[in-house]
């Protein structure tokens, strides 16, 4: 199945995410799944330096795994969990969850049989390496991405906005 090293290596990331993925949001302590976290943040970190992707992976642990977290502890800790933890009980739902769930769970099967591996672009490793990784990222986010770049800042501060309101109950 896994023939050679690089395929192993892949895998055992993979695996090692998707297994810390579902751990990270199971935990009842919420101090737990931040430290979960952590370890995913470095697999995460991990497989970018398999993909040869050294910039990226630097900015994942010092972002993510340093200031992101952090503020997640914070926040964590700003919050009276202890009375959201009493209160209403989520375990209720359990049958609504499942079947929004496993319609996401057909959903992403459903894309994934119609994947098809696009064609290597023009971005090659060799063009990288010559104009360095921070270069091209930077190109292709403010030309050919800016776009989701735009939307993924704005839902970076609509999560900020909607930290600061928990955080002033």
Same mark, same amino acid.
């Given at each position: 199945?896994?023939?050679?090293? #690089?395929?192993? !290596? !892949?895998?055992? !990331?993979?695996?090692?995410?998707?297994?810390?993925?579902?751990? =990270?949001?199971?935990?009842?302590?919420?101090?737990?799944?931040?430290?979960?976290?952590?370890?995913?943040?470095?697999?995460?970190?991990?497989?970018?330096?398999?993909?040869?992707?050294?910039?990226?992976?630097?900015?994942?642990? @010092?972002?993510?795994?340093?200031?992101?977290?952090?503020?997640?502890?914070?926040?964590?800790?700003?919050?009276?969990?202890?009375?959201?933890?009493?209160?209403?009980?989520?375990?209720?739902?359990? #049958?609504?969850?499942? @079947?929004?769930?496993?319609?996401?769970? =057909?959903?992403?099967?459903? =894309?994934?049989?119609?994947?098809?591996?696009? #064609?290597?672009?023009?971005?090659?490793?060799?063009?990288?390496?010559?104009?360095?990784?921070?270069?091209?990222?930077?190109? %292709?986010?403010?030309?050919?991405?800016?776009?989701?770049?735009?939307?993924?800042?704005?839902?970076?501060?609509?999560?900020?906005?909607?930290?600061? =309101? %928990?955080?002033?109950?």
């Amino acid at each position: 199945m896994f023939n050679t090293a #690089p395929q192993l !290596f !892949f895998a055992y !990331f993979s695996a090692v995410i998707l297994i810390l993925s579902v751990v =990270v949001i199971t935990r009842k302590n919420p101090v737990h799944s931040v430290i979960w976290m952590l370890f995913l943040f470095f697999h995460i970190a991990g497989l970018y330096l398999f993909l040869n992707a050294e910039f990226i992976a630097a900015i994942q642990i @010092i972002i993510y795994a340093g200031a992101i977290l952090v503020l997640f502890l914070f926040v964590v800790f700003l919050l009276n969990l202890r009375q959201e933890i009493r209160g209403k009980s989520y375990i209720k739902l359990w #049958p609504i969850t499942l @079947i929004f769930s496993s319609s996401i769970f =057909v959903i992403m099967l459903t =894309v994934l049989r119609s994947f098809e591996l696009a #064609p290597s672009g023009q971005y090659t490793i060799e063009l990288i390496k010559k104009e360095t990784h921070t270069k091209i990222l930077g190109q %292709l986010l403010y030309s050919e991405f800016l776009f989701p770049f735009e939307i993924a800042s704005l839902i970076l501060l609509v999560a900020i906005v909607g930290a600061v =309101v %928990l955080a002033k109950k």
